[in-house]
């Protein structure tokens, strides 16, 4: 059986102002109606052989990775969180003792979950091809046939077809990012291929060889799964023991030391979708090759890229830009400057500006909220609940609040302390007002989103004012 485990521990700055830290380009609808980790998770279904899929990833996104999965259909053996980043060898650890533990023969899909691939069917092919290899022992990787001299992946170059395994070949060696001239060559020798990041292994096969080859990151990730604690649907790792693990690839960790690595040619239409320059050249273009999102009017425009998330936008005149719109930051830059973005995202996070982690929307597990206005004493926001959602019973020491139902029904306690609480019903058009220091908390006991604007007033309006009582996602 193979079980597919999607890493999802980016945060995606190449695609700021889009995809940000507290919520990168995975959980969004980049490149269809579905997110991108939906759109992994749902590649290898049940109904084609494969085990349930796992997860990997950040601590902060565990509640929108588990309600997108939950939403799409998708049955899954485990969510783990992460306490702390290190690259993809102690996550590829962990995925393999995880499968291991309920399945000692299982082999492990190592997904990334930010990766598109225009033909699914193809990848479960190659997939199956790999998996003659992976059950024979060997460490398998895919590569991408590449179209042309691209100097932001690292490359494998293959050797010779292993016996008896029609498709699978050994692997000559791992070469990193080339410069231009250098990756002219790899396309013209035809033995080169792309590093698609995807691997296949036997749990077993994988975790012997990373005792031999990197003793270090096994006893981290044993250690950090035997020391784990369950939290609801999600297993969290150890911190101390994750953290004690090196922050290595498991290319470098692994594939590029081990004599058993085999890599899968993969013809899919795959695309990493690193880049905005990556994510123009995938998407669908009119007739002067400009790729649109959202509410935009161009004219003399040639081979840009503009998305409006929130508003109107307009571009006259250019040519290569990728122009990107949200509501509260605007990136513009050149086709060929696109790998610099992440350098604006590290100069704001230096700053200590709030728009390098956090949208103008900020996702809970109830449903999101939005900052409306400002100012001195006072802030105001647009609240959404999702149906059923339910806000953790609280109280402020700084702050109190007004509530204005927009749309749906509220389910509103509130009290002076936990002995004198009161329920209020609440429709559209309808408010309350939850004095300085009250206890309350916020509901939607119905099929449809609640919305209402929440007007704070006080000498201090931070998200850390704030004292639960009780909270159903245990925070």
Known sequence: MIYPVILSGGSGTRLWPVSRALYPKQLLPILSDRTMLQETAL???ASEG??????????????????QLQSAGVETSAILLEPVGRNSAPAAAVAALHVRSIDPDGLVLLLASDHRVERPDAFRAAVATGAVAAKAGRLVTFGITPTLPETGYGYIRRDGILDGMDGCYAIEGFVEKPDLETAQGYLEAGDYYWNSGTFLF??????????RLAPDILTAAEAALEKGVSDLDFKRLDGEAFAAAPSISIDYAVMEKTHLGAVVPLDA????????SALWAVQDKDADGNATHGDVWLHNVKDTLVRAESRLVTVIGTEKLIVV????????????????VKLAVEALKQNGRPEAISHATTYRPW????????????Q???????????????????????????????????????DRLDVIHLDADQSVDIPLGW???????????????????????????IERFDDQYGR
């Open 367 to 378: 449903g999101s909220y939005r900052n409306i206005d400002s100012g001195d004493g006072y």
């Open 43 to 45: 590649r290898f279904p």
């Open 269 to 276: 239409g795959w695309s990493d979708v690193g880049s905005w």
């Open 439 to 465: 206890i309350h908390r916020l509901e939607n006991p119905t099929e449809e989103p609640l919305i209402i604007v929440e007007v704070q007033s006080g000498s201090y309006l931070g998200e850390d004012d």
């Open 202 to 211: 036997r749990a077993a096969d994988f975790l012997t060889e990373l005792e």
């Open 325 to 340: 719109e949200s509501p509260d930051a605007i990136l513009v830059a050149s086709m060929a400057s696109d790998q610099d």
């Open 50 to 67: 494969f085990g349930p899929a796992s997860v990997i990833c950040n601590a902060e996104h565990r509640f929108a990775v588990a309600e």
């Open 380 to 418: 105001v926001k647009r609240i959404t609940v999702t149906p059923g959602g339910r806000l953790s019973l609280q109280s402020h020491k700084h702050r109190a609040e007004h509530w204005t139902v927009i749309s749906g029904k509220a389910l509103v306690t509130r009290g002076p302390d936990m």
